[in-house]
């Protein structure tokens, strides 16, 4: 099993697929595997969203990381790693559920939003942190987390990232991102999503081209 790291070496973007259904599942799978995609996660309140986390599962074998997101509790951790989930990610930091998934063998990415949070998620195992809401920590403050935490911890900004402050991101210090609606909202037709995923993942090769990491 490839370390979690491995995942974002290529492309370090997570798709965050909130409101996606089942139906949709294979051909958002390929359209993002295709863009040069690697992690996917489904956000349980999605529509029968462990249906469509076991399609994306099925569908992505060994190739893909997929994930659920949104994992608020113990019993909801059960259920995504009965479906095959390799991945939890929250938007809190609830060491219960993070251990929970750990025992389980899932990688665990909590939402968390202070120091505090963020010393408190790794000491229950987590292996990487959700910096949520990415609006409210700017490269900054992403800067300044790099200075105290352990080396090697894994810094993902979740919310408000784009073309034009990635670059400012990764210097920082963040080793990826969370996207979620400018790659994927409800209605948004496989065409589109194929483009938006293409175009961020062009931009964010663009953005960091260069950059001493």
Do not use: H
């Amino acid at each position: 099993m490839k370390d979690l790291r491995a995942w974002f070496q290529d492309l370090p973007l997570i798709a965050i697929l909130r409101g996606i259904t089942p139906p949709e599942a294979d051909a958002a799978l390929e359209a993002l595997e295709e863009a040069g995609w690697r992690v996917v996660e489904v956000p349980l309140n999605s529509p029968d969203a462990l249906t469509t986390l076991k399609r994306m599962v099925a569908k992505g074998g060994d190739r893909l990381l997929v994930g659920a997101g949104t994992v608020l509790t113990t019993d909801e951790v059960s259920a995504i790693a009965d479906a095959g989930a390799r991945l939890m990610v929250a938007p809190n930091c609830d060491p219960a559920v993070i251990k929970a998934a750990k025992a389980r063998g899932l990688w665990t990415a909590p939402g968390v939003a202070t120091p505090s949070e963020a010393f408190t998620a790794l000491a229950a195992g987590a292996d990487a942190l959700k910096m949520f809401p990415g609006e409210s920590m700017p490269p900054q403050v992403v800067k300044a987390w790099r200075a105290v935490m352990p080396k090697g911890t894994l810094l993902l900004p979740v919310g408000g990232v784009k073309p034009d402050n990635i670059t400012a991101y990764t210097q920082a210090g963040a080793n990826g991102f969370g996207i979620g609606t400018s790659v994927y909202k409800p209605g948004m037709t496989i065409s589109d999503m194929a483009r938006a995923a293409r175009d961020l993942a062009t931009a964010y090769r663009q953005a960091v081209a260069g950059l001493d990491r």
